[in-house]
C-alpha cells in the first residue's frame, strides 16, 4: 500500500479532554443532589437567563408568529423530508414470531421507549436541523413524551425559529436551558417533567462528556466527539467543489477535523492552493474556526488505487464521508465505516445537515466502525418473548436443567425439574449433567 501524507494533523482531537470531564463531574453532583434550584442557577451563570425553565405553551405556539414564512416554509419543507426517511426506517421494524419446534413459539417486539430527552445546540449558532433531527424522528418512534431543551438567549430566551420547530417537530415540554444543566435536567426529570429514558442530540464538548457520564442511568445516542468529515476524491473531480465542501465542514468548530484522501496529486496540490483563499472569504468566526480546524487536524492522503483510497476511508471511519469519484456504485458496495455517505458532486454534507432527510446527528472520532448514526431504531427497544404448551417445553426444559447442572446452577435445574413433575407426573427424566 503506497500512501502519502501531503498534509497531516497537529493535534489531536481529544485535546483538553481533562479539564472538561472534572467540571462536568462537579455540575451533575450539584444537579443531582440540589435539583431545579442548582439547575437554575447554573443557567443564570453560563446563560445569563434568569426566566422560567419551561416554555409555556402559549409561547410555543404563537412562536411561528415571529418566524418569516419563507423560513417556516424551510422548516416544513425539512421536517417533511424527515419526518418521512423516519417513517420508512421505522417500516423495516417488523415483530416477528417463530414456532421453534412443536408446541414452543419465541418471537420479538419493538417498543418505543417512554421518555426522551432531545438537545438542540444554541450559541453562535441556531441549530435548527437539529430540532428537526431529534425531536421529528423520537415522534416518528412513537415516544410517549419528549422534552427538548437549548439555551437561551438573554431577555429572549430559546430563539423563536427553534421553537417553532421543536413545536412543530412534536415537543411535549421545552426547557430554556443548554449545557450540562440542561441535559441533566431532562436525565433527572427536573421542573415536573418526566426523567428521559434517552438523550439524544450534539452538543459541545460539556454536553457530549455530560453525556457519556449520564450513560447506563440513561441511554444515550452515542458519545460525540468533534464532528468531521473526508472527502474522497479522483482526477474526475473538481477541486473547486472539493476544496469548498472542505472549507464548509472545517466551519464547524477550530477542533473539527477535515480529511481529502485521493489518488490524483494535481488535485489535492489545486486543493490545497485554494482552500486558503476560500477560507479567507468567510465571515470573522466562520473563518477562525475553519483556519484553525483546516491548520490543525486537516489531513491531505494520496493513494495509488481506489482500493488504498477505500481502506483509509475505512479505517478512519469517518462521520461524513462524501465520494467524489467515477463508479459510485463501487463505492458504496464497498464501504463500511461511515456515518452518512455522499456519493457524488450533485450532493453535499451540507444537504444531510439541514435538510435532505436522512439524519444528522453521526458517529464521531471513528466510532462509525461499530455504529450507525441517530434513528427510528435508537428510540425503540428490541425485546423477546415465549409462550410453551405442556408438550412443546419438554424436550427444553429436559436440556435447561443438564445444562445448568453442569454449570453448577442447581436452582436453575430445579425450575425445569419441577415443571417436568408437575406436567409429566408418570415418567422418570435423565436430568443430571452426564446422564
Known amino acids: 500500500m503506497s500512501v502519502t501524507y501531503l498534509k497531516k494533523s497537529v493535534i489531536s482531537a481529544e485535546h483538553g479532554q481533562a479539564d472538561v470531564r472534572d467540571m462536568v463531574q462537579v455540575m451533575l453532583s450539584n444537579i443531582r443532589q440540589e435539583g431545579d434550584e442548582a439547575a437554575l442557577r447554573y443557567a443564570e451563570q453560563l446563560d445569563g437567563w434568569d426566566g422560567p425553565a419551561v416554555v409555556s405553551g402559549e409561547e410555543l405556539a404563537a412562536a ?44 420479538q417486539k419493538s417498543i418505543p421507549v417512554g421518555a426522551a430527552g432531545c438537545y438542540v445546540p444554541g450559541g453562535r449558532y441556531s441549530h435548527i436541523a437539529s430540532a428537526l433531527m ?3 424522528t423520537a415522534k416518528v418512534a412513537g415516544v410517549e413524551h419528549i422534552t427538548a431543551c437549548s439555551p437561551p438567549k438573554p431577555g429572549i430566551g430559546v430563539p423563536p425559529a427553534i421553537l417553532y420547530t421543536m ?28 426523567s428521559a429514558d434517552i438523550l439524544v442530540g450534539p452538543g459541545n464538548q460539556y454536553v457530549a462528556e455530560a453525556k457519556r457520564m449520564l450513560f447506563g442511568e440513561v441511554g444515550i445516542d452515542m458519545f460525540a466527539g468533534p464532528t468531521d468529515s473526508m472527502v474522497v476524491a479522483d ?23 477535515v480529511w481529502l484522501v485521493t489518488s490524483s496529486r494535481p488535485l489535492a496540490e489545486e486543493v490545497m492552493r485554494i ?16 483556519t484553525a480546524a483546516w491548520t490543525n487536524y486537516a489531513d491531505v492522503i494520496l493513494c495509488d488505487t481506489r482500493d488504498e483510497m477505500a481502506q483509509i476511508c475505512d479505517e478512519y471511519g469517518p462521520e461524513h464521508l ?31 445537515d439541514k435538510s435532505a432527510g436522512p439524519n444528522h446527528v453521526l458517529p464521531t472520532s ?5 455504529t450507525g448514526g441517530l434513528s427510528v431504531h435508537k428510540f425503540m427497544k428490541t425485546v423477546t418473548w415465549q409462550r410453551a404448551t405442556q408438550d412443546g417445553m419438554r424436550p427444553v426444559a429436559e436440556a435447561t436443567a443438564r445444562l445448568s447442572r453442569l454449570e453448577g446452577m442447581e436452582g436453575h435445574a430445579r425450575t425445569a425439574d419441577i415443571r417436568l413433575e408437575k406436567f409429566f407426573p408418570d415418567e422418570i427424566f435423565q436430568l443430571s449433567a452426564t446422564g
Request: charged fraction near 20%; proline fraction near 4%; include cysteine.
Open 64 to 107: 411561528g408568529e415571529k418566524v418569516s414564512q419563507r423560513l417556516r416554509d424551510d422548516i416544513q419543507f425539512a421536517h417533511d423530508n424527515i419526518r418521512r426517511f423516519a417513517e420508512a426506517q421505522k417500516a423495516t421494524l417488523t415483530d416477528c414470531e417463530i414456532e421453534l419446534h412443536p408446541g414452543f413459539v419465541a418471537g
Open 167 to 194: 413545536h412543530l417537530a412534536g415537543a411535549d415540554a421545552v426547557l430554556n436551558m443548554g449545557g450540562v444543566q440542561g441535559v441533566a435536567a431532562m436525565a433527572f426529570g427536573l421542573f415536573g417533567l418526566p
Open 366 to 370: 471513528g466510532a462509525a466502525r461499530y
Open 275 to 290: 482552500l486558503p483563499d476560500l477560507i479567507a472569504d468567510l465571515p470573522e468566526t466562520n473563518r477562525m474556526n475553519a
Open 134 to 136: 431529534t425531536i421529528t
Open 235 to 257: 482526477e474526475t473531480a473538481d477541486p473547486y467543489l472539493v476544496a469548498w465542501d472542505l472549507v464548509g465542514q472545517a466551519e464547524h468548530g477550530y477542533n473539527s477535523p
Open 322 to 352: 462524501h465520494i467524489q469519484c467515477a463508479g459510485l456504485d463501487w463505492w458504496l458496495a464497498r464501504l463500511r465505516n461511515y456515518g452518512s455517505l455522499f456519493l457524488g458532486e450533485e450532493t453535499t454534507v451540507a444537504f444531510g
